[in-house]
């Protein structure tokens, strides 16, 4: 019966059902074939239940803020500071560009929030430079996943929220592992710009700081984020509501760019994201109590004792499987469906919590840059108006880098902990 419902699933998924329905039929399917006694209230309970948690408040705090800084000003300035910094530098635009998505991923967590708000900003700057028109792309793509890992990263709040690691902890890996994939990332525009030839007119002096003019209230909204949970302030939740007071004052009195009505619409457009993404919520929860109760990660762990695997074969097959997943269903989802099965598996092979979020973290990233439903792929074309296959193409190399990065991560976990460590001391 299992498998029926495995390829119920699989072909909702195929016959473009909303991500919803396509968790929570299954899961009453599940509940009707195996767990007929139960009432059908505790699917409601669960769900209700589940996402009735204060940590997840973050995330429509954050989306509002990311959507008024898309909707605003903020975006275009953070954008024109970074390319301030490396405006001298031999392919300067490829490296703002990564800084430049490091930055308003700082502030919004959100991946296609980041293509959408800066793809247009940097798409002509990188042409400009020599850089060819699927390395731009693909950079673009690339470069915004780090907001997936930067905090306020929205998915390691979903992934903290389901094994209940601590926010700030890891927070602070996913700078630090961001910063890492950023560094991956202007090596290979580096390649590119030995490559290609590409070069980039030193500017005037003086141009840097005419350029960094009124950036300054842009700056401040990471650093005032970033640094208030960082000091311990304020928490991430917390974090997320300062956010969306700063970007509203500094957008509607410091640049008065968005008016009553911008205001109305970015709230708007934020209120259906929230909804779309607490709905997936509520159904994960519904499927990560049925994955507990069914035993599956007591039976993944039996699986792998008769194996004889360690924990370096089981973060081997952790990474298949959400590289598999990730192809084929939206990232978020394959969280929710995964996490709470392997989870308690990581933990008894003594893999640290903090790591192994950012394993899941990296492999999110590369689901959004992965063919054939790699959503920021999507959201690329949509915004750039540009073909989906090129758009693939353009990405090729990048989803190498993200490779060689998320093997490092794996197998060293230093890189994952030892910025945590340092500012909280070492988990107990």
């Not at 673009?140 to 709040?157: C, G, H, V, Y």
């Not at 004889?308 to 990474?319: D, M, Q, S």
Request: proline fraction near 4%; glycine fraction near 10%; aromatic fraction near 10%.
């Amino acid at each position: 019966m299992i498998w029926v419902v495995i390829l119920v699933a699989a072909a909702m998924l195929f016959l473009g059902f909303e991500l919803f329905l396509v968790l929570a039929v299954p899961v009453y399917l599940i509940k009707e074939s195996f767990y007929a006694s139960l009432p059908d209230a505790i699917l409601l309970q669960r769900m209700i239940g589940g996402i009735n948690h204060s940590i997840l408040l973050a995330i429509p705090f954050f989306i509002f803020a990311g959507e008024l800084m898309a909707g605003g000003r903020i975006a275009r300035l953070l954008s024109r500071s970074a390319e301030a910094c490396f405006r001298a530098v031999r392919g300067g635009s490829g490296h703002a560009t990564i800084t430049a998505c490091m930055a308003f991923g700082s502030v919004s967590g959100s991946a296609p929030a980041t293509v959408a708000a800066l793809g247009r900003l940097m798409h002509p700057r990188l042409l400009e430079a020599g850089f060819s028109d699927r390395f731009s792309v693909g950079l673009i793509i690339s470069a915004a996943e780090t907001a997936l890992l930067i905090p306020p990263s929205i998915s390691l709040i979903i992934y903290g929220w389901l094994t209940g690691t601590s926010i700030s902890r890891l927070f602070a890996a996913g700078l630090a592992v961001g910063v890492v994939l950023g560094a991956a990332f202007s090596a290979l525009v580096l390649w590119e710009v030995w490559r290609r030839d590409v070069d980039q007119r030193a500017e005037r002096k003086g141009a840097a700081a005419e350029a960094m003019k009124g950036t300054v209230w842009a700056l401040g909204m990471p650093v005032v984020i970033l640094g208030g949970i960082y000091s311990g302030v304020f928490t991430a939740t917390e974090a997320a509501a300062v956010s969306v007071l700063y970007a509203v004052f500094v957008e509607t009195v410091v640049f008065r760019s968005l008016g009553l009505r911008g205001l109305v619409h970015v709230a708007q457009r934020s209120a259906v994201l929230t909804a779309i993404i607490f709905m997936m919520l509520g159904a994960g929860s519904m499927l990560a109590y049925f994955v507990t109760i069914a035993h599956f990660p007591e039976t993944i762990l039996e699986f792998m004792r008769q194996m004889r695997a360690g924990p370096v074969l089981f973060l081997l097959i952790v990474n298949v499987a959400f590289l598999i997943a990730g192809m084929f269903i939206d990232p978020g989802a394959a969280q929710l469906v995964l996490v709470p099965a392997l989870f308690p598996v990581a933990t008894s092979f003594g893999i640290d919590p903090v790591h192994f979020g950012m394993v899941i973290g990296v492999n999110v990233c590369i689901a959004m840059i992965t063919p054939p439903f790699g959503l920021d792929i999507f959201v690329a074309a949509s915004t750039l108006n540009k073909k989906v296959v090129d758009i693939t193409r353009g990405v090729g190399p990048f989803v190498a880098v993200n490779l060689v990065v998320l093997l490092i991560v794996t197998y060293v976990p230093g890189v994952a902990t030892a910025f945590p460590n340092l500012l909280f001391g070492r988990a107990s």
